[in-house]
Nanobody, 128 residues
């Protein structure tokens, strides 16, 4: 069973930056498409970004485009989400999710049902 662990969350002022990491234990991430999602209190889980298994293709939701950057280092079995120019509306629990590249559908980037492995989440709070 692929297990994902997020880290790097915290509290930051508006305009600040955070870098989230998603690491796996037991399985190499090299063969998996990775997505980042977030969920604010009382709201549905929202797809933020995804990256292909080889890192060649990335996608971003309109709400984070130009501010967030997804990347991966398969040698370190990790995927990252660099978040700059953070806004209060970026507050929420951030999750990484994985699906084997052989099962990937490009339409599934922002849909939680497009992934079958999830981390436990890391809290991001943007507040002055």
């Amino acid at each position: 069973q692929l297990q994902l662990v997020e880290s790097g969350g915290g509290s930051v002022q508006p305009g600040g930056s955070l870098r989230l990491s998603c690491a796996s234990t037991g399985f190499t991430l090299e063969y998996y498409v990775i997505g980042w999602f977030r969920q604010a209190p009382g709201k549905e889980r929202e797809g933020v970004s995804c990256i292909s298994n080889n890192g060649d293709n990335t996608n971003y939701s309109d709400s984070v485009k130009g501010r967030f950057t997804i990347s991966r280092d398969n040698a370190k079995n990790s995927v990252y989400l660099q978040m700059n120019s953070l806004k209060p509306e970026d507050t929420g629990i951030y999750y990484c999710a994985a699906v084997h590249a052989g099962l990937w559908s490009s339409s599934g980037c922002y849909r939680p049902t497009g992934y079958d492995n999830w981390g436990q989440g890391t809290q991001v709070t943007v507040s002055s």
